[in-house]
């Protein structure tokens, strides 16, 4: 079967138009794995073992479980129980757990950079726990890692083609589609990769930069 560049162009806009979907899916859920990834980072630092020893066990357990597997529960499973989540939602969540769990080892890497004569700044300037995490600790720790939070934003990215799974109609699941009606999946994949590479490696080229400016927590 030879390369038919009319057919290319000719499903191109398919694939086009629901690129904003897999952007989407990605975007909310980096930012779902920030936000639930620092204070995942806050309780594993804790001093509470319990806390700290349930909270390692718990980030442990979802880093060693596929993906698949965790979106398939979101999807499959939970709806047995009462919940139903729509393909994007669970898309979000499930990226977004899985890799809060990286943001936060991300997190607790930046923070125990911070040097210890920060926090006893801190505390001879007698700021309380909350002001010292705000005003001193994070505006430190953050910077460092932003370089290394940009390359799971990116792994990310990749990752969205698994969403196909629950039924998600992001690229790889378009082009699935495309090739089964017409039998013509040369032209479909190949779009794919060269849309995902036209949207990662622009970003990938902002990482290097941001690691030239970032240098003390490459990778």
């Known amino acids: 079967m030879k390369w038919d560049w009319h057919y290319a162009f000719t499903i191109l806009p398919d694939l086009v138009k629901v690129l904003p979907i897999t952007i989407g899916v990605t975007l909310l859920g980096f930012i779902t ?6 204070p995942l980072a806050l309780a594993r630092r804790s001093r509470n073992k319990v806390v700290s020893k349930i909270t390692q066990a718990g980030i442990e357990f979802v880093r060693c479980t596929p993906l698949l597997v965790q979106l398939f529960v979101l999807f499959y499973v939970l709806p047995l129980y009462g919940v139903a989540l729509s393909p994007f939602v669970t898309g979000v969540l499930g990226l977004g757990m899985h890799y809060s769990t990286y943001m936060s080892e991300v997190y607790r890497s930046g923070i125990e950079a911070v040097p210890r004569g920060q926090w006893e700044a801190a505390k001879a300037l007698n700021l309380n726990g909350r002001r010292t995490w705000i005003a001193i600790i994070l505006p430190q720790a953050i910077p460092p890692i932003i370089p290394v939070m940009g390359n799971y934003f990116i792994t990310m990215f990749k990752e ?17 589609s495309i090739g089964s009606g017409s039998f013509r999946y040369i032209e479909a ?19 290097k930069n941001m690691e030239k400016r970032f240098p003390t927590m490459k990778g």
């Open 33 to 38: 794995a920030c936000i639930l990834g620092l």
């Open 160 to 176: 969205t083609p698994i969403l196909s799974a629950i039924t998600l109609v992001e690229l790889l699941q378009t082009a699935k």
């Open 189 to 207: 994949f190949t779009l794919v990769g060269f849309l995902f590479l036209l949207l990662s490696y622009p970003s990938s080229i902002l990482i």
